[in-house]
């Protein structure tokens, strides 16, 4: 039995995470963490995700939950994710981080940190997503440097990061496969007189609005043609599941910072 500690439990992941880790039979919850100032605080997990008393009270202290843990599952913000991987690195618990919007000196910290423990860390835990961005890679070298290529993406309202770590992890992969740097010929939205499209640039657009899960579009402009890649989550089970199946897979790893394109053997 894998026993797995929640971070971020009272987030719309978190929730999730905790219903599908309480239903499987090879993992057991022994803590479900939020902020301190939530007012949930002190109730039961299982109440909060609506599926009933569990006898897993919320806390907003890891101690005594991280030393029965094998395993913690991360949906939650940059920051607060930040800490619970230096404590897991400090205590050599596995961890999985389904977190996104990490600076660029915060994914160094992560790097540096997963020497000591294994950490799994995905912007998106579909399954689907990650076999999408492994198809990507492949059009952008079939398609060649003819077609104008534009990111979509689409998220709920109260997404606080844009745009999306896969919207991201799609541009940068794009940008890899053409030889540039990502930062150099990323245009996040357009507005006003911009003269005509540069033939390297890559377009990120961002959509917020009320309930979307999650919508990824990646489109391929060319001569007299346009392709589409598209992936749309119909709840949010999908990235639960997928979380709940890198923690099983990471438990079983050497210590190391792992990603999707590792548990499906995809790299």
């Known amino acids: ?60 202290d890891c101690t005594r939950a991280l030393s029965q843990a094998h395993v913690i599952i991360d949906f939650s913000v940059a920051e607060a994710a930040l800490a619970y991987i230096r404590l897991a690195a400090a205590h ?63 998220h709920h309202r109260t997404k606080v990061d844009a745009p999306s770590g896969t919207a991201l992890r799609m541009a940068a992969v794009v ?22 499209r540069s033939d390297t640039e890559i377009g990120i657009q961002v959509v917020r609005a009320g309930e979307i899960v999650g919508e990824h579009t990646v489109l391929f402009g060319g001569p007299g043609e346009r392709l589409e890649l598209v992936h749309r989550s119909q709840n949010r089970d999908t990235f639960a599941s997928g979380a709940l199946r890198a923690a099983k897979w990471v438990m079983q790893q050497p210590r190391g910072l792992y990603s999707m394109e590792d548990l499906l053997h995809l790299a």
């Open 1 to 60: 039995m894998i026993r797995v500690l929640v971070t971020g439990a009272t987030g719309k992941m978190g929730r999730r995470v905790i219903d599908l880790v309480h239903t499987d039979p090879e993992l057991e919850l022994v803590g479900a963490i939020t902020h301190r100032t939530h007012a949930a605080l002190g109730r039961d997990a299982g109440e909060v995700a609506g599926i009933g008393p569990i006898g897993v009270v919320l806390e907003h």
């Open 92 to 154: 050599t618990k596995a961890i999985v981080v389904g977190t996104t919007g990490f600076t660029a000196s915060q994914h160094e910290d992560i790097r540096r940190l997963s020497q000591h423990m294994p950490c799994f860390m995905a912007p998106n835990m579909s399954v689907g997503v990650n076999v999408m961005v492994y198809v990507l890679r492949q059009l952008v070298t079939l398609l060649g440097p003819g077609y104008d290529i534009e990111i979509l993406e689409a």
């Open 175 to 196: 940008a890899e496969v053409r030889g540039n740097h990502l930062e150099d010929v990323a245009v996040y939205g357009r507005r006003g007189m911009i003269g005509r």
